[in-house]
T-cell receptor, first 113, second 111 residues
Framework: AQKVTQAQTEISVVEKEDVTLDCVYE???????LFWYKQPPSGELVFLIR??????QNEISGRYSWNFQKSTSSFNFTITASQVVDSAVYFC??????????FGAGTRLTVKP | DTGVSQDPRHKITKRGQNVTFRCDPI?????LYWYRQTLGQGPEFLTY????????KSRLLSDRFSAERPKGSFSTLEIQRTEQGDSAMYLC?????????FGPGTRLTVT
């Protein structure tokens, strides 16, 4: 069975603080894909990143960075120097072979000015 | 390049009525997915198509739900004899590779 756990329900930070969103997953598959999506107040899910199970290299994209560790089954997401526009619900998701995605319950991030 | 579109964006219906939603995927995407999202939760998978073939259905998809994707283009999701528990956001996504791109969703309210 596949499962994604986002233990942080809500996080509130002040602008310019760094914030890390945690994601822990469970799967028996050896090949799988991990994703992060952003859902702003407008409601539309926005794709941020995909990582496959064979690639543990961390990735940085501007203020965003992702830390994938198979040893702890974690795929954490860090926003550096947060901005008000980063306020949204962030979802971590897991998929095998490109079929259905299993989403976590999401973490609501509020960035205050 | 246009994204995934869904119609209608909002639907209010009375319990027991049938409703149909439409999804138009990104044109070159061969896979199309339906999800349901309730307040405070992540999206839950309902079903997906590769071209016109429906390849997987979740156990969430009761016999009141049916989805089609004729000719492998747009897709429809129909809910028959709606119940109040069907109230949710219905999301459509499409993909060509492994990442799925989502539409704006159809918010269904069953009164």
């Amino acid at each position: 069975a596949q499962k994604v756990t986002q233990a942080q329900t809500e996080i509130s930070v002040v602008e310019k603080e760094d914030v890390t969103l945690d994601c822990v997953y469970e799967t028996r598959d050896t090949t799988y894909y991990l994703f992060w999506y952003k859902q702003p107040p407008s409601g539309e899910l926005v794709f941020l990143i995909r990582r496959n199970s064979f690639d543990e290299q961390n990735e940085i994209s501007g203020r965003y960075s992702w830390n994938f560790q198979k040893s702890t089954s974690s795929f954490n997401f860090t926003i550096t120097a947060s901005q008000v526009v980063d306020s949204a619900v962030y979802f971590c998701a897991l998929s095998s072979l490109g079929d259905d995605m299993r989403f976590g319950a999401g973490t609501r991030l509020t960035v205050k000015p | 390049d246009t994204g995934v579109s869904q119609d209608p964006r909002h639907k209010i219906t009375k319990r027991g009525q049938n409703v149909t939603f439409r999804c138009d995927p990104i044109s070159e995407h061969n896979r199309l997915y339906w999800y349901r999202q309730t307040l405070g939760q992540g999206p839950e998978f309902l079903t997906y198509f590769q071209n016109e073939a429906q390849l997987e259905k979740s156990r969430l998809l009761s016999d009141r739900f049916s989805a089609e994707r004729p000719k492998g283009s747009f897709s429809t999701l129909e809910i028959q004899r709606t119940e109040q528990g069907d109230s949710a956001m219905y999301l459509c996504a499409s993909s060509y590779g492994y990442e799925q791109y989502f539409g704006p969703g159809t918010r269904l309210t069953v009164t």
